[in-house]
């Protein structure tokens, strides 16, 4: 039939082997932190100061569209994760909808947008974490990489490191400490907007947009103005797809993914909202997008020192949340694309007394590990988005093909007025991805280059379609 003609069936991906299925552990309480941990990092700690140099007190307008392309995106998400309640996330859905090559494509980006954020996120960690190295007897040629003039970035080595250790030891263990250190954070930004509250000024919002709604090049070349800021927030925000790369690992998926996928999407989005707007009314943001801290700059500044450093502690403690959502999410792709013949079939193997696939999860440690301890920030994060956009088009059109292919399935939760939100995350991602550096397009091309030449050297030679196609053909 073709490798264009190869798509999996719905029922195929809940009828799994024995032995290559994952433990069912989850709630929807753990898909909530799952999802809120991987989308409050780094983003709430460092890019409402960006956005805010960028667009000034409108940034609240930038996290809101933002915000309003990813809960499309998220509605897509939560439509097809319980309709095809397998792991994959994107991978799986268009492997149903559009068939083996796209699958790959999709399959692919995840693997790159998964592995490059651990990574990145795990540099971010390094440099939060590197004063308490320090007082460990830390020599400095250990704390940064060869970019920087050091010899390996080691606390970014040992927190990608421990992550894949913990999720390892098993999901159900990793989701409850993850649980626990999002409480830690969510109290940490609590206590943020309490404090900053007495000192809110409502003047600090005047000019509301100082540099304009489009994104238009500033002079120094650099575009500003809301659009502008919020081409760069999306990207704090599209952690929650890690949760549907949990559904073959949820006790309830038809319940529980929508209530993970679409809850952990509308409480970060007030969380950003309501943190930018404390941040500004206590700030003016001239003045705090200066700082690479910016929430500990303002409690500085407003003469709470203790309180600007259990943030700061609460930042080296975050940070490590967002890296276990995207490493989990990241082993579950290599799983599940082993099991379906993509890559070697010894992936998949699956830890009898962990229920984890292990092999995957302490490769995908190590990739952490060698990307962190030895490239800088930015050249790790500079794919990672591109990554991201490709699969939220994907999900888009995957809820169009499947509605229109299948409209008669029955969907536990139905994407509302799904021509529109369908389209509106594509258009959406489309928008941002033509927003990136031409530089980064680049890259993402030559990577997927790389990719479809490993499709075709093995994966289309030995997944499970591929095999069933040449069994069904008549011996010559």
């Keep these: 039939m073709g490798i264009w003609a190869r798509r999996k069936s719905i029922e195929s991906t809940i009828g799994l082997q024995e032995g290559h299925q994952l433990k069912k552990t989850l709630s929807w309480p753990h898909l909530v932190a799952l999802g809120v941990g991987a989308i ?14 960028l667009a000034g007190p409108g940034v609240i307008l930038s996290f ?19 309709m095809i309640p ?7 859905y268009t492997y149903v909808s559009m068939g083996e090559p796209a699958a790959w494509f999709v399959g692919w980006s995840l693997i790159l947008e998964y592995t490059l954020v651990c990574a990145a996120v795990a540099v971010g960690w390094s440099a939060h974490a590197a004063g308490l190295f320090r007082l460990i007897g830390t020599p400095e040629f250990l704390l940064a990489g060869p970019h920087a003039g050091g010899l390996v970035n080691l606390p970014a080595v040992i927190i990608s490191f421990a992550v894949a250790g913990l999720l390892a030891l098993g999901t159900r263990e990793s989701a409850t400490v993850n649980m626990v250190l999002v409480a830690i954070k969510i109290v940490a930004l609590a206590i943020f907007v309490v404090l900053c509250l007495p000192a809110f000024d409502a003047s600090h919002f005047t000019p509301f947009l100082p540099q304009g709604f489009a ?6 070349g650099v575009k500003v103005g809301v659009m502008a800021a919020a081409s760069l927030i999306f990207f704090a925000f599209y952690g929650f797809d890690a949760v549907s790369t ?6 309830n998926p038809k319940r ?13 989005t007030v969380i950003y909202m309501v943190v930018a707007a404390v941040s500004i009314g206590a700030s003016r943001t001239e003045v705090f997008s200066k700082s690479e801290a910016p929430l500990v700059f303002i409690l500085e500044t407003l003469a709470h020192p203790r309180m600007a450093q259990l943030v700061a502690l609460a930042a080296v403690v975050a940070l490590p949340t967002v890296i276990l959502a995207f490493m989990y999410g990241q082993s579950r792709i290599f799983f599940v694309m082993a099991r379906d013949g993509l890559l070697p079939k010894g992936l998949a193997r699956v830890n009898a007394k962990t229920g984890t696939p292990v092999l995957m999860t302490l490769l995908t ?6 990307l962190s301890g030895w490239l800088s920030l930015k050249d790790i994060a500079e794919l990672a988005n591109a990554g991201t956009l490709a699969a939220f088009i994907a999900v888009g059109l995957s809820v169009i093909i499947l509605r229109v292919r299948d409209p008669g399935r029955p969907r536990v939760f139905s994407t509302p007025i799904w021509p529109v939100v369908a389209t509106g995350a594509i258009l959406g991602c489309l928008y941002l991805f033509s927003s990136l550096p031409s530089k980064t397009q680049i890259y993402f091309l030559f990577a997927h280059l790389i990719g479809a030449a490993v499709y075709v050297a093995f994966g289309m030679r030995n997944s499970v379609l591929a095999r069933r196609e040449a069994l069904a053909r008549p011996a010559s």
């Design 86 to 92: 397998a792991s994959g996330s994107a991978y799986t």
């Design 215 to 220: 994104a238009t090049p500033g002079p120094d």
């Design 64 to 82: 809101l569209i933002a915000g309003a392309v990813c809960a499309c995106a998220a509605l897509c998400y939560a439509e097809l994760s319980t």
């Design 365 to 370: 440690g190590a990739l952490s590990a060698l």
């Design 40 to 53: 409050v990092g780094t983003g709430i700690y460092t890019l409402t100061g960006i956005g805010a140099g």
């Design 256 to 268: 529980d993914l929508t209530i993970g996928i679409v809850g952990s999407m509308a409480v970060c």
């Design 246 to 251: 949990a559904a073959e690992e949820t006790k």
